[in-house]
């Protein structure tokens, strides 16, 4: 008992460890999903992980026929505001559907009835075509379903497998009958004859379940992933069978694999890795590696600070009051991004924190950190406006220094930029009418106190922490996908 207390200390150690912020992805992620309820919660993992970046999601047929996988990947990636991660339909094949697919059709993956415009569907293999295409990292495959959208994709374009970094599978290898396999044998076999690395990663025992005790760590997790987590774990279907011990961790043990690998026995055969969820660890492990990862993406990355100071008494009243709600609203990510915003702009103004905002949302888009995306600005060089171009350098990480921020030559009186990620390109703006309540409040302080005086000033700054407290970034922006280069 004490050596398992003891190995359980040491494990907590090394997590807190492994889910720090590194600055950069570890992975460069594709996803191949096939539509169970296992599949919901490990793409939420992995969407979660500051240290993986999925670059797009491809939907099979495996539990669900691709175009419902589709609905609820879309579903899902608007339910985290991460529009901008493409999606794949792959080809149905001519097999019957098993008998759990009625159950999971029937979980509801975000809100059903929401359909983002900025969400492109496009065939996998052409989506896998333009990923590949130019892409400076190697990129892992996870496949959550079979390996026929990736073998079938490599059967066309066999060059691209000295950029792959290895594939990552679900699949019980202990047994010839595992659902994965049996959807494409053959597929496995093409796979083998490669030389590209194959991890085949399983839980071979029902130690680890979704049960209360999991949905407990869940609910307790500061996380917008864990939270989605929670609530689609809330349907009635779902219940029934967490009381019939009927969920297990399955591929959701997949994002625990890439960041902890310590948890886990593997045996390597040639190109292929067996492993396995250690089934002689503590459940509560398990259960707290899972609320750190999910927790690991929105805790803010810091360079100078071990943790971004929150302490209500280091501010000043006017902030100290707006505090804890506005980041419970919005995250300690946005409070930190405009708190450097105000400190290195000289004064909390307007459009400095809209841009804060804004550069907020396009990481959020795209499901990047700082120092990836590339900006050009539409406000100019004259201020208020372009005020803007502080606030979107900063919580970004698009700055001039680093060469990813541009100022067009143009200007648009509404705060308007355009970004890319990876060839893709958005125009993002405020909405007209935030925009038209903005302009009439700062006339009013003109009219009323006059431009130079401290009075004005004084009202700018009420005005200012009004916009940062009651403004959400998901909702006063307008997005617009531009044609890929």
């Known amino acids: 008992m004490i050596k398992k207390i003891f190995a359980t200390f040491l494990l907590t150690l ?124 190697k990129i892992t495959l996870v496949a959550l379903g079979s390996l026929k959208t990736y073998a079938d994709w490599l059967k066309q374009n066999p060059q691209n497998d000295n950029k792959i970094d290895r594939i990552v599978w679900y699949n019980n290898f202990k047994t010839n009958d595992d659902f994965n396999y049996s959807v494409s044998p053959e597929s496995l076999s093409f796979i083998e004859s490669l030389k590209i690395r194959l991890d085949r990663v399983g839980n071979v025992s029902n130690t680890f379940l979704v049960d209360e005790q999991y949905l407990s760590v869940i609910a307790n997790t500061n996380s917008p992933y864990a939270k989605q987590i929670e609530e689609v774990h809330k349907s009635p279907e779902i219940v029934a069978r967490i009381k019939q ?123 990047v950190g700082v120092n990836n995306l590339t900006i050009k600005t539409f406000a100019g060089h004259e201020p208020p406006l372009s005020c803007f171009n502080d606030g979107i350098q900063i919580s970004s990480g698009a700055t001039i220094g680093q060469g990813l921020i541009t100022v067009s030559d143009t200007v648009l009186h509404i705060p308007t930029a355009q970004v890319e990620f990876n060839r893709q390109k958005i125009l993002i703006s405020l909405k007209p009418e935030i925009a038209t309540q903005m302009q009439k409040d700062i006339k009013y302080g003109v009219k009323t106190y006059g431009l130079e005086s401290e009075t004005y000033w004084l009202y700018i700054e009420e005005l200012a922490l009004r916009y940062w407290a009651e403004y959400d970034r998901n909702e006063i922006f307008a997005i617009k996908c531009l044609d890929e280069n």
């Open 14 to 137: 090394l997590l807190n460890a492994t889910f720090a912020h590194s600055g950069k992805p570890k992975f460069h992620v594709v996803i191949d999903t096939d539509g169970a309820i296992d599949d919901m919660r490990a793409i939420s993992m992995l969407l979660a992980q500051n240290d993986i970046r999925v670059l797009a999601i491809t939907c099979s047929q495996g539990t669900l026929l691709s175009d419902s996988v589709g609905q609820k990947v879309e579903a899902l990636l608007s339910a985290f505001h991460h529009e901008g991660i493409p999606v794949g339909i792959g080809d149905d094949i001519n097999e019957k559907l098993p008998v759990w697919a009625s159950f999971a059709q029937n979980i509801e993956w975000g809100n059903p009835t929401f359909r983002s415009s900025n969400i492109k569907r496009i065939n996998s293999g052409k989506l896998l075509d333009r990923i590949f295409e130019n892409y400076p990292e």
């Open 245 to 367: 011990k009927h969920l297990v961790l399955w591929d959701d043990i997949i994002p625990l694999y890439l960041t902890v690998p310590i948890l886990f026995e593997s045996t390597k055969n040639e190109n292929t890795r067996e492993v396995e969820l250690n089934s002689n660890l503590p459940v509560a492990v398990i259960d707290d590696a899972i609320s750190k990862l999910l927790e690991s993406g929105t805790t803010t990355n810091n360079r100078v600070f071990n943790s971004f100071p929150t302490e209500q008494e280091l501010y000043k009243p006017a902030y100290s009051n707006i505090l804890k709600e506005t980041i419970g609203k919005f995250g300690p990510i946005e409070w930190k991004a405009i708190c450097l915003t105000n400190e290195i702009h000289g004064h909390t103004g307007i459009y400095s924190i809209v841009g804060a905002k804004m550069g907020i949302r396009a990481m959020e888009y795209f499901n």
